[in-house]
């Protein structure tokens, strides 16, 4: 069994006892996520910002299982839920690590690549990978279609996929983080 299908089993066994994602299809936050991650090459060390109940971070680290990859969420007992589905799942060439703690405690240009989904709005994320972005390294911003993104000069737009996701209108956008 790989890494995501540990993740779907584990978040249907554990969705309403821990209030990890709202009533839904499950199926639509790993669909979201894959489709958001098209485009994207990464390589190096990235972080997910804020991610929950592993989205998109678990997803990226199963289409990328090369990559090194840390999950931050500054709630214990989504830190547990995702320690739990790694503990679960199959071994990896690259490492994931579980970071139980808030954005700030990162050390800064610490990464090539930060990833974020609903963590808090693109220039609050872009001030964040700001600090902890190497030169030249990668934002992905996981946005509805409609949102509106302004980032600051040292962010350089460099591409955008747009799709279709339950009748709603999505996108993401990669920027370079170009000092």
Known sequence: MNLGAVH????????????????????EHFEDCTRALADLKPAGRWVDLGTGAGFPGLVLADHFPELELELVDSRRK???????VLAQAPPRPGAIRVRCVRVESLSPSSYDGVVSRAFAPPPKVAEHARRLLRSQGELLL????EAEVALPRDFIRIGETRYELGGRSRRSERWRYAP
């Open 142 to 145: 996981l946005l509805q279609a």
């Open 8 to 27: 779907r089993r584990e978040l249907e066994r554990f969705r309403g006892a821990m209030n990890l994602v709202g009533p839904g299809s499950i199926e």
């Open 78 to 84: 989504r830190c547990w839920f995702l320690e739990h």
